[in-house]
């Protein structure tokens, strides 16, 4: 579970997004943890990926498998005991890992800034929901 954190730290530090571990431990016996996160565009995608390898790597982690680096629309880097999903925004909507897995594995959500572990909602409840941004108004310059 450190190692799978520290990757999602590491994630973090670049900006990702919408930062999940799935303990995934009771369902298939290939891995322990999905760390699933999502950047803006495939070059924040690539960033990610670069970013957690580099951190693993300064610990001796290295990926055993890494796919999907052409498009950066979806790279997955396989550590064994934990695998890492960096989705573009577009590919997290389409292949929705969290829902495939549905209400079965432990979900653990990431705060952005500081990381911290957050337990999610039940499945069965609707997570509460976000508090809007505050309208921007642009005004137009005086001339």
């Keep these: 579970m450190d190692q799978a954190l520290a990757a999602a730290r590491a994630a973090s530090s670049k ?7 799935l303990d995934v431990r009771p369902l298939i016996g290939i891995t322990d943890y999905f760390v699933i996160c999502s950047g803006r565009n495939e070059r924040q995608v690539a960033t990610i990926v670069e970013e957690i390898e580099e ?3 300064a610990e001796g982690v290295k990926a055993y ?22 989705f ?7 292949y929705a890992l969290e829902e495939i897995w549905g209400d079965k594995p432990v979900k653990m959500k990431i705060d952005v800034a500081p ?12 997570a509460p929901a976000k508090k809007a941004a505050p ?4 005004a137009a310059p005086r001339t």
């Design 15 to 21: 900006l990702a997004t919408d930062i999940v571990i």
């Design 65 to 86: 498998r890494r796919e999907g680096d052409r498009q950066a629309r979806w790279v997955l880097l396989d550590y064994l005991d934990f695998v890492v999903h960096v």
């Design 115 to 126: 990381v911290r572990l957050v337990k999610a909602s039940a499945p069965d409840k609707p």
């Design 135 to 138: 309208a921007r108004t642009s």
């Design 55 to 57: 951190q693993l790597g």
């Design 88 to 94: 573009n925004a577009e590919a997290r909507g389409y």
